[in-house]
């Protein structure tokens, strides 16, 4: 009885774990193909290895087979200076060329962005690992590592070495290929002839939601899906600033209900409409009902070519009167290459995320979209203010001081007494007479 006994417990145990699919062989590409790129891909030592080459395109390995839900295990190790990745839930164009999410190999030592995730051809980064430090350490370059793509429904989430790097919402891919990736050189001739490799690459598709690893809620999770709080946002605190509906929440700057026309509500897009570029002429800056004092600030924004915008807080209608737009502190929203704002000011204090007439973004780690949705971060902590683009801090000053004083003092807010100094104030989205689209503006009080 005993054995028995110890037999069923055995065999329960056995069926709590994984159920594990081998997806190679570590002989030959048995289940794979090369669908694009002219990259070698060949089986060495029971690994997979590719090397980078001369030319643009991208070249990738994938899976004969489609997969939906999926746990995905593999080990990797690239040499320094190689781009890679794993794409999953990835597709063909037109073309034959690969799109969708990819699970970042990275062979920069100073940037350090394995485990991030990347929508190659169509969105960008999904996830960078800026929004997650100790992630980017987990990678260990020039070794063998363990890489763990979680897609189960709408959640993605990817681990180097055990530790959680990536934590995404998306729904605009269900299911799709997996691919190996060898990034095109561009030119760079360090990328020639370095490796990349892959081997013991295994997945499990049988309830993957129930082998889901647990974590502790302290790396940032970013939500694409839009306007819409995921659970785990609720219980940290965020709130939806706009519904993706309504004008609920929102009014004019110069009035005490939404305005009749230069705005309109489209596909979830909150959209100010194009009037010759006329600054606050049409429908004029809208603001919060509410007004906001410590609070991180996510608005998605999407610009139109040679718009002018901004997405302004302390804003203090009752106290500021102006015939242009009203006055607060600005995070700039620009077309650099082709707005004139952009050779104005001091030193580019006018340019994309710069803090408008005060200080200059540096953009240099930031990559904008351009005709794509781009994310403005506003942190506020009592008089200590950052901005980030695309989940790059890109400045940060400190307000009530005697040097933010002088800085107001020789700029066009000069005039407006106490300017940026005041303990709450409204946000407000600008209306520069430039199509702009705004989503996902979502608020965490702190």
Not at 266 to 273: I, S
Not at 316 to 331: H, Q, T, V
């Amino acid at each position: 009885m005993k054995k028995i006994l110890l037999f069923s417990l055995i065999v329960l145990l056995g069926s709590c774990g994984p159920k594990w699919e081998p997806l190679f062989n570590g002989e030959d590409l048995s289940g794979w193909k090369q669908v694009t790129g002219e990259a070698p891909y060949t089986v060495e030592d029971g690994c997979i290895v590719t090397e980078g080459i001369e030319g643009r395109m991208n070249s990738f390995l994938a899976t004969e087979k489609e997969y939906d839900d999926f746990i995905l295990e593999f080990e990797f190790k690239m040499d320094e200076g190689f781009n890679s990745g794993v794409q999953f839930r990835g597709h063909l164009d037109t073309a034959g060329r690969v799109y969708g999410y990819q699970f970042e190999m990275c062979g920069n030592p100073a940037r350090k962005w394995t485990g991030g995730i990347y929508d190659e051809r169509r969105r960008g980064w999904l996830y960078k690992m800026t929004w997650n430090p100790e992630g980017r350490d987990a990678n260990r370059l020039g070794e063998w590592n363990k890489g763990r793509i979680e897609a189960v429904g709408t959640h993605l989430r990817t681990f180097v070495n055990g530790v959680l790097c990536s934590d995404v919402l998306d729904d605009v891919d269900a299911s799709g290929l997996i691919a190996l990736q060898s990034h095109g050189a561009y030119g760079n001739a360090q990328m020639i002839g370095v490796k990349a490799a892959w081997r013991n690459i295994r997945i499990c598709t049988v309830h993957p939601e129930k082998h889901m690893i647990k974590t502790d809620g302290r790396t940032y999770q970013y939500n694409w899906i839009s306007n819409t709080l995921s659970e785990r946002q609720k219980k940290e605190g965020w709130k939806l600033l706009w519904d993706g509906a309504t004008t609920e929440g929102w009014r004019s700057a110069k009035g005490e209900t939404f305005p009749e026309q230069g705005w309109h509500i489209e596909n979830g897009e909150l959209v100010v409409e194009a009037s010759d570029g006329a600054e606050a002429r049409n429908g004029g800056d809208i603001v919060t009902v509410d007004q906001y004092k410590n609070f991180w600030l996510s608005v998605d924004f999407k610009i139109t070519k040679g718009a002018n915008s901004g997405i302004k807080y302390f804003v203090r209608p009752d106290l500021y009167k102006s015939d242009a737009s009203a006055i607060g502190c600005e995070f700039q929203i620009l077309d650099d290459k082709n707005h004139p704002d952009a050779k104005l000011g001091v030193e580019g204090n006018r340019t994309l995320a710069s803090l408008y007439d005060l200080i200059r973004a540096d953009k240099q780690d930031a990559w904008f979209y351009d005709g794509q949705w781009n994310t403005a971060w506003v942190k506020v902590q009592g008089d200590y203010v950052e901005h980030w683009l695309n989940g790059v801090k890109v400045l940060d000053y400190v307000r009530n001081t005697q040097e933010w004083n002088a800085l107001v003092a020789y700029s066009k807010y000069r005039k407006w007494e106490n300017f940026g100094n005041h303990e709450t104030g409204h946000i407000l989205l600008q209306d520069h007479g430039d199509e702009v689209h705004f989503k996902n503006i979502l608020i965490k009080e702190l």
